[in-house]
């Protein structure tokens, strides 16, 4: 058999010599003959004639034996390739329009699919994410999931358990320093299960070894990223010490630059944690499920264990069980709201690609139902005119697959251009190919689909009627054909409207995002993030005069307006706020709490206001005064002035908050609002409070520097000279802003690009139905012309029945758009879904496209020379 | 006509393996090679050989070349592969199966 196949496909490549040779071989079989017969006596004419009869069909015998060699369906697929490329060069504009489709569809969907799925879905670079689940506290009470107690982490993680290996960690972003240089870095403790939970292996050293965990050996693993930053190489950072807050330790191993967990964290070191309480929630775990274990095992296993614990420690653990979540949903869930929104996009912009190619496959067939009928009067066979219908169908879905495939790689080149260079794991994004291989699957899946259910119908058509009837009206030319492309064009434009209006919903958010005032000015800042280690009182308080040296030394640097520390800069990473309470208005006690108002609390030193362009409406800011033993004192936003002092002035007035001192505060200041949050919330009422008055949340500072020119160096040296120890980074108040907006911005630009993939698609949708039905109705037009109509009578008709479909579907859309407008109304920002301008636009552009696309064929019907149109049918 | 057997469908290759036993051989040589050996009773039909030919070769059993006859005329030429050797010793055992079956079968009741 596998001789055979060989010897066959050998004989087909060679195919034109082996032919040829065939040939030479009956020739020299007559010409042998023929002389023998010769030798016999006849004469050399007779002897021809006679080896020609002798050995029969000459043709025939050649045909027997190349039938020997054939391989049919190989040749059969050449000849149908053949025809089918040929058929659609005779039709360019169907092809292009099929083509381009199709590319469209799969690459901008995969494109987009590809970043977004990294981008905003974060996949985890970890071994086996689908095993590791995170193991939380959750309160049955309010269904709230969080932290683990020392205590109750021993009890859940106890053999046996449904879990391979398990880990607690704790730690956040901290101040680290090597030799060369001080940086803030996300450092986590864990304990010894953390490398077998992500089955880690270090690129260089080695791992944390057991007993290093039981000792707390001073070594730490640190990320490659960090590695390279500090020391040029990751097999250069084993051996070297870093410190932090005191601590020294050494590297003992590097790991691969994309594991970051938790996220974005870079250094890793041994913590012999012995806390056994049971209410202080300190610790975040993970835990590796056994193979096979699932995640709700996982979680009746740990709500086994809550029940018992609930028996064993009532006063502290009645309401208080445990669950598992996969690592993966907890990552999905921060992200789904975006997740389903450009799904949703995908699948509209998948199906318009779908829906076009549909109808331009349906048209086609129609128009070729006579083309079809005549091949088979003359004895196609049904099969193969099937089979060659789908050849062509396929060569669309291949020809607009590798397209689109060089489009999707240049759309991921281009989005990741135009993508924020904050966004985590920018660098690894790839053509995602899972979403390719989707979308190149349902495009030819459409292709295919479409085009063989005209082929069946149209190879089961009644040749004499269709072959009698001509090209007009053959398969699918009747009503019941033209009802469907029409069906399909309205819901084409249904669905980018809908697509349309999301786009242009967002596009005005966008603008108002961008338009909004903060309430603080960007420009000219520089953020410098300082950290002063600090453990008791007197350090704290020390901290406290160090930063006061460095301000008053940064307003000496040339072109420095102005310079100040803020715990709590506005998007950034240290803000606090809780409810507090205004003498002779409210009781602040514990159980009253949840009838208190609630504010943000910052700390700031005096000059801070000034120097981000706050402007002061009453009172006065903080000055050197403002210290420890002095009154405490605080000042107010206008938001929370108006919400609770409601026209009176609350200066002089006391308010106590829940940050640690518990003291009332002389409110001596009322400063203009600011979005501190994020530039998209609307200003929440703020507490500012002296930062030397509460010295245990100050040693970790944001200095805003207002300067004409970039100082950051000079800021540098001047801190290096007061403290070489402080670690300093050094970024600007605009960075900060716009990391905030750069995401919501990013999804607003991917989603207005697919809508407009969207529109574009089903324009060209629209025109193609169009076009065709111009075509098809060219004798009717022909004949109206030839009994008097103008062409402008012509165009009205075509025109007009372009118009009812695209209005069918404009409503349609319309209705679905209002409808479904709710489920975005998060992502907006200063506009409702119902926004006219946004839905307005849409629908205009839409029917501009859409006219447009019936007006250019109606307009080449209109000028067709009715005799000849005629002549045609 | 009593004078002329038609070859036996599936004999052919038989006889084509056996022929060629004797050395290459070219199309037209291998019927005459058949209809001499038969005493003039066997006739290959040229419609029949020149496929029979071509599916041994695509078989693997048989190879062909180009070559010179004594006449000095260019003629393809087949010959015998391994396989083609193999091949006949199986038809050829298989053949005098069939014709001791066939014997036994049709001889006289007694």
Redesign the interface.
């Not at chain 1, 002798?54 to 069909?57: K, Q, T, V």
């Given at each position: 058999m596998g001789?055979?196949m060989w010897?066959?496909i050998q004989?087909w490549w060679r195919r034109s010599q082996e032919n040829q040779?065939l040939d030479?071989?009956?020739q020299?079989?007559l010409?042998?003959?023929a002389?023998e017969r010769a030798q016999a006596g006849a004469s050399p004419r007779e002897a021809e004639a006679a080896a020609h009869r002798?050995?029969?069909?000459r043709t025939?015998?050649a045909e027997?034996?190349r039938?020997?060699?054939s391989v049919r369906w190989m040749e059969e697929l050449g000849r149908d390739l053949r025809y089918g490329a040929r058929s659609l060069r005779r039709t360019p504009g169907f092809a292009f329009v099929s083509v381009l489709t199709l590319a469209l569809g799969i690459g901008a969907n995969t494109a987009i699919f590809s970043v977004v799925k990294n981008v905003l879905l974060e996949p985890l670079a970890y071994t086996e994410p689908g095993r590791i689940v995170a193991v939380q506290t959750l309160w049955t009470k309010t269904n709230h999931a969080g932290n683990v107690s020392g205590g109750d982490y021993a009890d859940l993680v106890a053999k046996p358990s449904p879990f391979a290996a398990a880990t607690r960690y704790s730690g956040g972003e901290m101040p680290v320093e090597t030799a060369g240089q001080a940086e803030f870095v996300a450092a986590y403790g864990t304990d010894a299960g953390f490398a077998d939970v992500f089955q880690l292996k270090p690129v260089a050293g080695r791992l944390v070894a057991s007993d290093e965990f039981r000792t707390k050996a001073t070594v730490a693993v640190v990320g490659e990223g960090f590695a390279v930053r500090h020391f040029g190489a990751a097999k250069k950072a084993v051996g070297q010490v870093l410190h932090w807050e005191g601590n020294a330790l050494t590297i003992v191993g590097v790991l691969p630059a994309e594991f970051h967990f938790p996220l974005k964290a870079e250094l890793w070191f041994p913590e012999p944690w012995e806390d056994t309480s049971r209410t202080a929630g300190n610790y975040r775990a993970v835990a590796l499920l056994k193979p096979g274990v699932t995640a709700e095992e996982a979680r009746a296993f740990l709500a086994a264990v809550g029940v018992r614990l609930q028996t064993a420690f009532p006063a502290t653990h009645t309401g208080k069980s445990f669950t598992a979540t996969p690592l993966k949903d907890l990552f999905l869930e921060r992200s789904r709201m975006t997740l389903w929104l450009l799904m949703g996009a995908v699948g509209l912009v998948m199906l318009v690609a779908c829906v076009n190619v549909a109808n331009l496959l349906l048209a086609r067939a129609t128009a070729r139902s006579r083309e079809i009928a005549l091949r088979a009067a003359l004895g196609a066979g049904r099969s193969r005119l099937v089979g060659q219908l789908l050849v062509e169908s396929v060569l669309l879905g291949l020809a607009g697959g590798a397209i689109g495939l060089a489009l999707a790689f240049a759309g991921v080149t281009a989005l990741l251009r135009l993508a924020p260079p904050n966004l985590p794991r920018l660098e690894q994004i790839r053509v995602d190919r899972v979403a390719l291989l989707f979308n190149l699957a349902v495009s030819l899946g459409a292709a295919v689909l479409f085009g063989l259910w005209p082929a069946l119908r149209a190879a089961r058509v009644d040749l004499h009627d269709a072959v009698k009837q001509g090209g007009t009206r053959g398969a699918l030319g009747g009503g019941r054909g033209e009802w469907i492309r029409g069906a399909l064009v309205s819901a084409e434009v249904a669905i980018a409207l809908v697509l349309t209006v999301g786009a242009g919903l967002l596009f005005r958010s966008f603008l108002a995002l961008n338009a909004v005032d903060p309430g603080y000015q960007t420009e000219c800042r520089l953020v410098l993030t300082a950290s002063i280690p600090a453990k008791t009182e007197a350090q704290h308080l020390q901290a406290g005069a160090t930063f006061e040296r460095i301000f008053a030394a940064l307003r000496e640097l040339p072109g420095v307006s102005a310079a100040a520390g803020v715990m709590g800069l506005p998007s950034g990473p240290y803000g606090s706020d809780g409810s507090y309470a205004v003498e002779g208005m409210h009781v602040f006690r514990s159980d009253q709490f949840l009838t208190l108002p609630h504010a943000g609390f910052r700390l700031t030193s005096p000059g801070y206001f000034a120097a981000m362009g706050v402007p002061l409406i009453a009172g006065r800011d903080f000055d050197e005064r403002d210290l420890y033993d002095a009154e405490p004192v605080v000042i107010v936003s206008a938001t929370l002035a108006r919400q609770v002092f409601r026209g009176q002035s609350p200066l002089g007035r006391r308010i106590k908050c829940g940050l640690e001192r518990d003291v009332w505060m002389r409110v001596v200041g009322v400063v203009g609002d600011m979005r501190n949050d994020n530039p998209a919330q609307p200003p929440a009422p703020e507490l500012y409070m002296s930062y030397r008055q509460h010295p245990y949340h100050a040693n970790d500072l944001h200095i805003v520097v207002r300067a004409q020119s970039d100082v950051s160096e000079a800021a540098r040296k001047t801190i290096a000279q007061i403290d070489p120890k402080i670690p300093v980074k050094v970024s600007t108040l605009e960075q900060f802003y716009s990391d905030a907006i750069a995401l919501p911005r990013f999804r607003e630009l991917l989603l207005i690009v697919f809508a407009g993939v969207a529109a574009a698609l089903a324009t060209v949708g629209v025109y193609g139905v169009m076009s065709y039905a111009a075509a098809q109705r060219q004798a009717e037009m022909g004949l109206r012309i030839a009994l008097g109509a103008t062409g402008g009578d012509v165009v009205a008709i075509l025109v007009g029945s372009g118009a009812k479909l695209a209005a069918i579907g404009l409503g349609c859309g319309l209705a679905i758009a209002l409808t479904a407008g709710r489920l975005i109304d998060s992502m907006l920002y200063g506009i409702r879904p119902q926004d006219p301008f946004a839905i307005g636009g849409a629908v205009l552009l839409l029917s501009a496209a859409a006219l447009l696309a019936a007006l250019i064929p109606a307009l080449r019907a209109s000028r067709v020379d009715p005799a000849l149109a005629l002549r045609e049918e | 006509m009593a004078d002329k057997l038609d070859v036996l469908q599936g004999t052919l290759d038989l006889l084509i393996l056996r022929t060629l036993q004797w050395g290459p051989q070219h199309g037209h040589g291998i019927g005459q090679a058949i209809r001499a050996r038969s005493g003039d009773l066997l006739q290959v039909e040229h419609g029949s050989l020149y496929p029979a030919l071509h599916r041994l070769r695509r078989e693997g059993w048989i190879d062909s070349e180009w070559g010179v006859t004594e006449n000095n005329q260019r003629a393809k030429f087949y010959r015998l592969t391994g396989a083609g050797k193999r091949q006949l010793v199986a038809e050829e055992s298989k053949w005098k199966l069939i014709v001791k079956t066939m014997a036994r079968v049709l001889r006289p009741q007694e």
């Open positions: 001789v055979r010897k066959r004989w040779e030479e071989e009956i020299s079989h010409e042998i003959d002389r002798a050995f029969g069909n025939r015998i027997q034996i039938e020997v060699w | -």
